[in-house]
Nanobody
Framework: VQLQASGGGLVQAGGSLRLSCAAS????????IGWFRQAPGKEREGVSC????????YYVDSVKGRFTMSKNNARNTVTLQMNDLKPEDTALYFC??????????????????????WGQGTQVTVSS
């Protein structure tokens, strides 16, 4: 089981990046996928998550209206489109997979311990 995150980079404030999370060894049809980020010296925090069907998507308030998750079942990938990036979005971004039932609870969907598989992270740096 493996998750591979990619697409990070350096961008100016107001710019956009598109992160991808490729799953192998399991089907994202049966797992919820979440994006988390960790800035230097800070706790890892949830950013967005999507149900196994792709029918439900949740975002933390700080990224609502700017970030969009989407899913490609045929390629077993999930993407995070990030627009209007801000310097405070600078962090190492991780994708992770959790049992589908995780998203039923507002608290559970942002709890890192509920996510069983994690990718290695991709760095996003937003300059002011």
């Amino acid at each position: 089981v493996q998750l591979q995150a990619s697409g990070g980079g350096l961008v100016q404030a107001g710019g956009s990046l598109r992160l991808s999370c490729a799953a192998s060894g399991f089907s994202s049809d049966y797992y919820a996928i979440g994006w988390f980020r960790q800035a230097p010296g800070k706790e890892r925090e949830g950013v967005s998550c999507m149900s196994s069907s792709g029918g439900e998507t949740y975002y933390v308030d700080s990224v609502k209206g700017r970030f969009t998750m989407s899913k490609n079942n045929a390629r077993n990938t999930v993407t995070l489109q990030m627009n209007d990036l801000k310097p405070e979005d600078t962090a190492l971004y991780f994708c992770a997979a959790a049992p589908g039932s995780t998203l039923r609870s507002a608290r559970a969907r942002w709890t890192k311990a509920n996510y069983l598989y994690w990718g290695q992270g991709t760095q996003v740096t937003v300059s002011s």
